[in-house]
């Protein structure tokens, strides 16, 4: 069975920012970087993300961002991809999607489609 605690891990960091104002939302902490690396380390990413994008119709932000509470595992692992690719496209995109809660929303239903339970706060 596929395994991804170790991304699961930062829900708790971003319940957290969620908390708290988005003034210090424009820089990208080491936590946030290790968050980035960790979709790669546990390879939860999608190479043909774009075309899976495509597949399921989500032609842009909004689209991409009403679609990950109920993604499936395929488009969730698009929806991972795309976020993390998109800061070397656009500078401040992660801290845009953060500041959305798209990344809070992934991780939340990534604990969904592979059971883990809510962290201990």
């Known amino acids: 069975m596929e395994t991804y605690e170790d991304l699961y891990a930062y829900l708790p960091y971003f ?7 988005y003034v210090n939302h424009g820089s990208c902490s080491d936590e946030m970087n ?5 979709i790669e380390d546990v390879d939860f990413v999608d ?4 075309e899976t994008l495509d597949k399921y119709d989500i032609p842009d932000h909004d689209a991409l961002k009403r679609a990950i509470p109920q993604a499936d595992p ?9 976020m993390m690719r998109a800061e070397r ?3 401040g995109a992660w801290a845009e999607y ?7 929303a992934a991780l939340k ?7 883990y339970p809510p962290p201990q706060k």
């Open 109 to 115: 239903r990534l604990g969904e489609l592979f059971g």
């Open 15 to 21: 319940e957290k920012r969620a908390a708290e104002s």
């Open 89 to 91: 496209f656009s500078e």
């Open 47 to 50: 190479v043909h993300y774009n």
């Open 98 to 104: 953060e500041k959305q809660g798209m990344f809070l």
């Open 34 to 38: 290790a968050f980035i690396a960790s």
């Open 74 to 82: 395929l488009l969730l692992r698009a929806a991972f991809t795309h």
